[in-house]
């Protein structure tokens, strides 16, 4: 884990430097549980959990006023409860990601001062802290084999830009994304959980200073 970490530090250190711009967001996630047991029997009842993701790294303009590449890290927290009322069972997960994440804007239309954009992006995320309740019993997710320690998710996303300054801009954006957690195991052992989620963020976006960029 801490030379995953390490890679993720140094490869945001090297983009860094060919970098135009820096953006900062937070926000909301729904994440919605899709759970088979190991017989392939779909776990009902399960409910979100709403949690918080953090999202930071750098932009590339690629071209003016249209498109941009940008790459950075990822803080990620997924949720959800639910019960199975055949076995009078209580279930819960709460686990939490950190990864890099590599996306590409493409801006819309301009209307006034408002920008339009639609971004896809994909990131690959590392499980730092984990637990899973049944009924009063809390297990540690971190290091089982059943729960993937790495996810890879894909996510598309609808945003809006404001400037708020000859260097700064606002953002506000909606994102979609779906993922894999537990992948399908061997003859013995065919758990599988897939992930969707919805995260509704702000954020800045910063002109850095070798920047002539305008929003």
């Known amino acids: 884990m801490k030379k ?3 890679t993720i530090l140094l490869l ?23 759970y088979k047991n190991s017989e392939g029997a779909a776990l009902e009842n399960l409910l979100s959990k709403p949690n918080t993701y953090i999202a930071m790294g750098y932009r ?26 055949a076995l009078d069972n209580y279930f819960e997960w709460d ?3 950190i990864g890099a994440e590599v996306g590409l804007d493409l801006n ?9 954009y639609l971004k896809g992006s994909t990131s690959l995320e590392f499980l730092v802290r984990g637990t899973q309740t049944i009924n009063n019993q809390v297990f540690n997710l971190v290091g089982e084999d059943e ?8 996510r598309g996303s609808l945003g809006m830009l404001y400037p708020i300054s000859n260097n700064t801009s606002i953002m506000a954006n909606y994102k979609i994304g779906r993922t ?21 963020g702000i954020g800045l976006i910063i002109n850095l200073p070798s920047c002539n960029c305008s929003f």
């Open 12 to 34: 945001l250190i090297v983009l860094s430097t060919y970098s135009q711009q820096l953006y900062l967001e937070t926000g909301k996630t729904v994440s919605l549980f899709n």
């Open 95 to 97: 686990v939490s990601y």
């Open 60 to 85: 590339s303009v690629l071209k003016e006023n249209k498109l941009y590449l940008s790459v950075g890290g990822t803080y990620n927290g997924y949720g959800a409860i639910g019960s199975d009322r």
């Open 147 to 154: 729960f993937n320690d790495k996810i890879f998710f894909v």
């Open 180 to 200: 894999v957690l537990i992948e399908k195991g061997n003859a013995t052992d065919q758990e599988e959980l897939n992930l969707t989620s919805h995260q509704f």
């Open 108 to 116: 819309l239309f301009r209307l006034r001062n408002f920008t339009f």
């Open 4 to 6: 995953q970490l390490l």
